[in-house]
């Protein structure tokens, strides 16, 4: 009886468990910046920027779940700098430690590229 309720639970958690994987530290794949995703939270914040770094802080993700049609596919709202406001994107891992975020507007698209590092390194000290 104990193995079946086991088994029945691993059945029922390992969705999350794979939901869990775009959690984590993202360094941006042209730009000096990086972000924490928080999937618990709903939300990934930026947490540096060597290029703009009043933009420390900022929620660039919120309302993120996972698709409960489509195994793989996170949803959520990116903040579209441009626009100065939050606009639906679509979130997939492309291959382990790449994500992609997608945001359509209008009839344009655009994808944001995002490698998984496993901390943010210290800014450098500029003297």
Same mark, same amino acid.
Request: charged share 35%; hydrophobic share 40%.
């Given at each position: ?9 691993? *059945?029922? &958690?390992?969705?999350?468990? *794979?939901?869990?994987?775009?959690? /984590? ?9 990086? %972000?924490?995703? $928080?999937? !618990?939270?709903? =939300?990934?914040?930026?947490? $540096?920027?060597? +290029?703009?770094?009043? #933009? ?5 993700? =919120?309302?993120?779940?996972? !698709?409960?049609?489509?195994?793989? *596919? ?7 700098? #441009?626009?100065?406001?939050? +606009? ?12 992609? %975020? +997608? &945001? +359509?507007? /209008?009839?344009?698209?655009?994808? *944001?590229?995002?490698? $998984? &590092?496993?901390? &943010? ?7």
């Amino acid at each position: 009886m104990v193995r079946y309720a086991f088994l029945l639970f691993s *059945l029922l &958690v390992s969705p999350l468990a *794979l939901a869990e994987d775009i959690s /984590g530290f993202w360094k941006h794949s042209e730009e000096p910046g990086w %972000i924490e995703v $928080r999937l !618990d939270e709903g =939300k990934a914040t930026v947490v $540096r920027n060597d +290029k703009f770094p009043e #933009r420390v802080g900022r929620e660039i993700l =919120k309302d993120l779940r996972a !698709d409960e049609s489509e195994e793989g *596919l996170w949803l959520g709202q990116v903040y579209a700098e #441009r626009l100065g406001e939050y +606009k639906d994107a679509e979130i997939t891992l492309s291959e382990p430690g790449r994500m992609e %975020i +997608k &945001v +359509k507007v /209008g009839f344009m698209s655009r994808t *944001l590229e995002w490698v $998984r &590092v496993e901390e &943010v390194p210290p800014a450098e000290q500029v003297q």
